[in-house]
């Protein structure tokens, strides 16, 4: 079982039902996994529009490549924004699904934002936090 298969196995468990992303070339193994897993998959046109799509959408996981997680934030600040000018807006909740992590970025929040696997055999301890 690869690492992509694992995780599409461990977003199933969770009842985990649609997947919200923005393709790239190093993210693609993982896409394969979510073909072959059966879940549903709605394409966005960029990060932010991905993070933006997710929002209020129980039981769904974002993917995207590379410096995706920092246009993430920057759409998880809008919706700060939005709320803060009188818009109803909720907090995003989401799993990020992302390849090619460089640096570990911390985020100032009440809950993990962000976790590293280097090692695949750690990975499904990660995935089966509560």
């Keep these: 079982m ?11 468990a969770h009842h985990v039902t649609t997947l919200f992303g923005y393709p790239g070339g ?6 394969d996994a979510l073909y072959d897993a059966g879940l549903d998959h ?4 960029n990060e932010q529009g ?9 039981n769904n ?3 995207c490549t590379d410096v995706g997680q920092h246009k993430m934030w920057s759409a998880q600040h809008m919706l700060r924004v939005a ?3 009188g818009f ?7 799993t990020l699904i992302e390849t090619q992590v460089r640096l570990k970025i911390t985020v100032k929040s009440d809950r993990t934002l962000d976790l590293l696997v280097n090692q ?11």
Excluded: F, W
């Design 2 to 12: 690869t690492g992509a298969q694992l995780i599409m196995a461990c977003l199933k």
């Design 26 to 31: 190093a993210i693609m193994p993982t896409y």
């Design 42 to 45: 709605l394409l966005c046109r």
């Design 50 to 58: 991905t993070a933006m799509a997710s929002n209020r959408k129980p």
């Design 61 to 63: 996981a974002v993917i």
């Design 83 to 85: 709320r803060h000018c």
């Design 88 to 94: 109803t807006v909720t907090t995003m909740e989401m």
């Design 120 to 130: 695949l055999v750690k990975l499904p301890d990660v995935l089966m936090v509560n």
